[in-house]
Nanobody
Framework: VQLQVSGGGLVLPGGSLRLSCATS????????WAWYRQAPGRERELIAA???????SYVDSIKGRFTISRDNAKNTVYLQMNSLKPEDAAVYYC???????????????????WGQGTLVTVSS
């Protein structure tokens, strides 16, 4: 199983980035997906998740700015990030939790597979 994360980089405050998590070796539709991030000196936190049934949820700090989505044909999960703020700077990870029931997972230990992380820097 591989989760290949891409799309990070340096962006100005107010700018946008789209992160991608391309997967292989996994039955894409039989998983719940999530994006986590870890800022320097802070614990890794769940920021967005989408169930196998397509239900999406977000942490309050990103609601209305970030969108998690998935493309089943491309076996890829995305995180569209708009109106970026300096406090969004972090290493971003995608993760997969095997599931067919449409369950929402908010515990890190439920996510079995992880991407390598991509650095997002928001600075002028």
């Amino acid at each position: 199983v591989q989760l290949q994360v891409s799309g990070g980089g340096l962006v100005l405050p107010g700018g946008s980035l789209r992160l991608s998590c391309a997967t292989s070796g996994i039955i894409f539709g039989d998983n719940a997906w999530a994006w986590y991030r870890q800022a320097p000196g802070r614990e890794r936190e769940l920021i967005a998740a989408i169930t196998s049934g397509g239900f999406a949820s977000y942490v309050d700090s990103i609601k209305g700015r970030f969108t998690i989505s998935r493309d089943n044909a491309k076996n890829t999960v995305y995180l569209q990030m708009n109106s970026l703020k300096p406090e969004d700077a972090a290493v971003y990870y995608c993760a997969a939790a095997p599931d067919r029931l449409g369950t929402y997972y908010d515990r890190e230990d439920k996510y079995r597979y992880w991407g390598q992380g991509t650095l997002v820097t928001v600075s002028s």
